[in-house]
């Protein structure tokens, strides 16, 4: 017989499985799906897999020498953290859930978008390798970027808390209580922040020296994919993932009892990425055309759509905006893919999952 959490033979709830800190997994089960948008989305992620080596920066490497010295450091600045936050996602998301997953198509899901991650991750490495003649040197200068970490120091201290909680309860060292499943549960929403807010916020800087320069061409077609990626699926995702938890006496139980502490982790990592702006464009750093008000802006425009997703508006410490400050965005992201808010309501409840498909099962015959 196999340990249980190895492989769960006793296992009974295949056809309404929890996402987390259910019955351990035994059979991979495709037959019962509970989360049909969640695979959905993995399917759709699984069916635009790219490679880090699609793209030729060997234009980079002459632009990285001439360009001012302004757009070399927002540059490399950006790449610094973008590099740093990759890594640590492609490392976190599965080593977190695994022990705390209990649904087979969540779990394909986060392993197919830790996947994803290793590529983003492999692509600023690739960009750095191919864009300098020393990127050992550029891999120095990249971490010795503080700023760059300090904006990762609310996504770092919840990472921790909810690894230790993950691999304590993988070797019996913490119940399946309340308090394990809100340390997994806050994790999730951390990494909704850090995809929404933060990721986008550092696109905007990547996308506009692109867009204002009309350098670095390569760089930022690459980078375009891993925020369609990011943007189009891992954020969905991420919404999906919470909104069927509360959909549960858990989720909810973590929802209320967690409440005040969402709104801190939004709020938190809106401050850092608001210092981060002021940071990068300080010292006489400048975009043509984008002042550091707008890219401001850009961050609490991107913030107002997590915070209103959990229908918290009432706690957020900073502006919300609703109309998209930053025009240019608008060709490098698919914009329609932000989930719209159900301002109408009053309840404390996630604004998603408010359409259901009912062609479930359904043959459709086309004539070719």
Aim: proline share 3%; net charge negative; charged share 25%.
């Amino acid at each position: 017989m196999l340990p249980q959490k190895i492989f769960n033979t006793d296992k009974t709830d295949y056809q309404r499985p929890e996402i987390i800190l259910g019955s351990d997994p035994g059979l991979f089960d495709t037959i019962n799906k509970h989360y049909p948008e969640l695979w959905r989305l993995y399917k759709t992620l699984k069916s635009q897999d790219w490679d880090e080596n699609e793209f030729d920066y060997s234009s980079c490497n002459m632009q990285f020498k001439t360009c001012d010295k302004v757009t070399y450091d927002m540059m490399i600045k950006t790449l610094a953290w973008q590099w740093e936050a990759d890594s640590v996602a492609a490392r976190s998301i599965a080593g977190v859930l695994a022990p705390v997953c209990s649904s087979s198509e969540a779990w394909a899901g986060w392993v197919e978008i830790t996947r994803n991650e290793i590529v983003h991750a492999a692509t600023y490495s690739e960009i750095v390798r191919n864009s300098f003649d020393s990127p050992d040197d550029i891999l120095d200068e990249i971490l010795s970027v503080q700023q760059a970490m300090a904006r990762l120091k609310t996504v770092g201290r919840v990472f921790d808390e909810a690894l230790e909680a993950s691999l304590d309860y993988a070797r019996g060292a913490r119940p399946n209580d309340q308090e394990t499943y809100n340390a997994i549960y806050l994790f999730i929403v951390t990494l909704l922040c850090m995809e929404r807010i933060q990721f986008m916020a550092s696109f905007a800087v990547t996308f506009g020296v692109c867009e204002s320069t009309g350098l670095f061409q390569p760089i930022g077609k690459a980078i375009q994919k891993i925020a369609q990626d990011e943007f189009e699926v891992h954020v969905q995702y991420g919404k999906e993932v919470l909104a069927a938890l509360y959909k549960t006496e858990r989720g909810r139980t973590a929802f209320e009892q967690c409440r005040h502490k969402i709104a801190a982790i939004v709020n938190e990592v809106v401050e850092h990425e608001i210092e981060w702006t002021e940071y990068a464009f300080s010292d006489g750093r400048e975009l043509s055309g984008i002042t550091c008000e707008m890219m401001k802006s850009w961050v609490h425009f991107s913030a107002t759509d997590v915070i209103r997703f959990f229908g918290i508006d009432d706690l957020a410490d900073f502006p919300l905006v609703d109309a998209n400050p930053l025009t240019y965005m608008e060709s490098w992201l698919d914009m329609s893919k932000i989930q719209a808010s159900n301002q109408e309501e009053d309840t404390a409840q996630y604004k998603v999952g408010v359409m259901q498909r009912d062609d479930q099962d359904e043959i459709f015959s086309v004539d070719f």
